[in-house]
């Protein structure tokens, strides 16, 4: 099993949808997690980290399953700029710990 | 500050000859690492650094790649022979610590090995 394993889509949606992805993890002490964003041919760049109480950003909501060992981020009111590939990371380790493992990333693409 | 810098943007080669791809972190930024990205396998880390030193190279394919951190503004990423499985986009990121901090990316470098 994958370290950290995502759809890798595409998933198509048209403007104004809302759209979930998920992203599951093997690693059951993992300990932070964060959603990077990564337009074509661009470098990734972080969206929002993930908490174990959740977190909402705007339109953007990530959250945590520790049970089930996943996270999610749920997009609403989807935009045509929201068309990108979103990444799922993990850190496995606590106490500054860099290593972390990046998913292969989820597709989206918002149609007018 | 003027983020990650890599260079060149892209280099296009023969199978065999050397690659030398360059990176200058965020300053202040304690730690730095080297990722590559295919569409196959996704982002790949190949070896990070703390404080200029190498601490994690698992990830490096083979003998073939080398990296190295002079000093805290500097390091390369070195192929030497290249083949035509190398082609990839390979990026550097700096941290600058702490385990909830983000990493900051390069633009990258796209290498093809023809």
């Known amino acids: 099993r994958k370290e950290v394993e995502q759809d890798p889509g595409p998933f198509n949606v048209p403007e104004g949808a809302t759209v979930a992805f998920n992203c599951t993890y093997s690693?059951?002490?993992?300990?932070?997690f964060f959603w990077y964003r990564q337009d074509c041919r661009k470098e990734p760049k972080l969206l929002m980290s993930v908490y174990s109480s959740g977190n909402e950003d705007g339109r953007f909501t990530a959250q945590l399953n520790r049970a089930s060992q996943y996270i999610s981020l749920l997009i609403r009111d989807s935009k045509l700029s929201d068309s990108a590939t979103y990444l799922c990371v993990v850190n496995p380790h606590s106490g500054g710990y860099q290593k972390v493992t990046f998913g292969i990333g989820t597709k989206l693409q918002v149609i007018p | 500050d003027a983020g990650v810098i890599q260079s060149p943007r892209h280099e296009v080669t023969e199978m065999g000859q050397e690659v030398t791809l360059r990176c200058k972190p965020i300053?202040?930024?304690?730690?730095l690492f080297w990722y590559r990205q295919t569409m196959m396998r996704g982002l790949e880390l190949l070896i990070y650094?703390?404080?200029?030193?190498?601490?994690?190279d698992s990830g490096m394919p083979e003998d073939r790649f080398s990296a190295k951190m002079p000093n805290a503004s500097f390091s390369t990423l070195k192929i030497q022979p290249s083949e035509p499985r190398d082609s990839a986009v390979y990026f550097c990121?700096?941290?600058?610590?702490?385990?909830?901090?983000?990493?900051?990316f390069g633009p990258g470098t796209r290498l093809t090995v023809l």
């Open positions: 990121a700096s941290h600058r610590g702490g385990n909830t901090d983000t990493q900051y």
């Open positions: 650094f703390n404080n200029n030193v190498p601490i994690d």
């Open positions: 690693n059951s002490a993992s300990q932070s």
């Open positions: 300053s202040g930024h304690d730690y």
